[in-house]
């Protein structure tokens, strides 16, 4: 960041997925505000830090839906403060933190305390999930009302829950408090011990299988019980082609529905797994190939609203093992952006504007919130991209406490440029 009060970006490109504009614009920053903006500024305050943008992208701060934070419990996978230095590196002014703390943030008390670790952080604005049954054990549920007065984002167990009985009830109460309410598709009994998606692949490489089923039933289950109860929900995990096409089904008959997928399941299949790197163990597991093609379809056609990071640190030991006894999860903070913009954008496979508004303004809307456009005057929560710098994966580029991705080590095109402006 510049010692100047102003910074100029000159003939940038700014995304605007609100406006739904691309358009190569002077910024003029300052005092927290985007102070102009137009085609050409001439009028420039003196001791203005002048930034020639040709080749980058100015755009809002993108917004993780979830991720995981090892604090509290497991602090040696991931601490708030590392996983804010992930975000910045990454783009993320915005990440929302799922439950599954040690304890689970299931009450007002561990809610308080994790608000209060975030104060001293100024770099990233932290959201904090709250469960929906204690101990995320779905027999008991938890104090909805106290908990969305103490300003949780909203409530997920990050679970299939397969009591419906409890879950009609999940969704009878929390529709009045007009709070978010996440709802991991799947049906734990159905997917047994698997830790691939199950098809030609599974079976190719030895692998137990977890059918698409697992996710398709619950989708379906779902949708019926929404469209009864007409409480929204936002499906978390998407993976599987059925899926899809469910949802998009839902969704034109107006059942009241948001969807993600997360970033790997856009980028890799099972196919990939030939490798058996434990880091692409996830859950829900890696799509076959026409998965992968319909989860890209989806964002391209807004059947699939966000894409999600679920952002998860474990330390080296817990992750080199064998692939089918690594715990699931990767980390990947960092690398969505530059990564997904050199696989689809680049290729042409999605818009640069869709791209963006699957990782930045769509998230913000599913959670109910008000989505404003770039413009002269709005407080700054934007970030520059150059889509051309190249950078190694490697510890010192992550700032993550752990390292398990399989880019590790990999030269990769397309950085954030956090010096330039302030985010908050």
Not at 143 to 159: P, R, S
């Amino acid at each position: 960041m510049t010692n100047s009060s102003h910074t100029l970006l000159r003939q940038i490109q700014v995304l605007d997925p609100v406006a739904n504009t691309s358009i190569i614009n002077d910024v003029l920053l300052g005092s927290g505000i985007i102070q102009a903006i137009d085609t050409h500024l001439d009028t420039i305050p003196p001791e203005t830090n002048t930034i020639e943008g040709k080749g980058l992208i100015l755009a809002p701060g993108l917004m993780d839906l979830y991720s995981y934070s090892g604090e509290p419990g497991y602090e040696d996978r991931e601490t708030l403060h590392s996983l804010a230095a992930a975000a910045v590196a990454g783009g993320f002014t915005r990440v929302a933190i799922l439950p599954d703390t040690t304890p689970p943030i299931d009450n007002l008390a561990t809610l308080s305390h994790l608000k209060q670790q975030t104060q001293s952080i100024k770099s990233v604005t932290f959201d904090f999930w709250a469960t929906l049954t204690h101990q995320r054990k779905s027999q008991q549920m938890t104090e909805f009302a106290e908990l969305a007065k103490g300003g949780v984002i909203g409530f997920t167990d990050n679970q299939g829950i397969e009591n419906l009985g409890l879950l009609r009830r999940v969704l009878e109460y929390l529709k009045p408090l007009k709070k978010p309410l996440a709802i991991v598709a799947e049906f734990p009994s159905l997917k047994g011990n698997g830790v691939m998606r199950e098809g030609y692949f599974s079976t190719t490489y030895g692998l137990t299988g977890n059918p698409a089923m697992t996710e398709a039933t619950a989708v379906a289950t779902l949708l019926e019980m929404v469209s009864a109860i007409q409480t929204p929900v936002h499906l978390m995990r998407i993976s599987t082609r059925r899926a899809v096409e469910l949802i998009a089904w839902g969704k034109a008959r107006g059942i009241p529905i948001t969807a993600s997928t997360t970033w790997m399941h856009l980028l890799l299949d099972s196919e990939n797994i030939c490798s058996y790197n434990p880091n692409l163990h996830l859950d829900p597991p890696l799509g076959n190939p026409d998965d992968r093609l319909a989860l890209i379809e989806g964002i391209s056609q807004g059947i699939i609203d966000a894409i999600a990071v679920d952002h998860h640190g474990y330390t080296y030991e817990e992750k080199t093992v064998p692939f089918a006894e690594s715990p699931p999860g990767a980390i990947g903070l960092q690398l969505v952006l530059p990564l997904l913009w050199q696989t689809l954008v680049e290729t042409k496979t999605l818009s640069a504007l869709k791209l963006w508004k699957a990782l930045s303004s769509n998230p913000r809307k599913c959670m109910g919130e008000i989505v404003n456009p770039i413009k002269a005057g709005h407080p700054l929560e934007l970030i520059v991209f150059d889509p051309q710098q190249t950078w190694r994966v490697n510890p010192s580029n992550l700032k993550s406490l752990n390292y398990n991705t399989p880019w590790l080590g990999q030269e990769i095109k397309g950085k954030v440029i956090t010096d330039l402006i302030e985010t908050h």
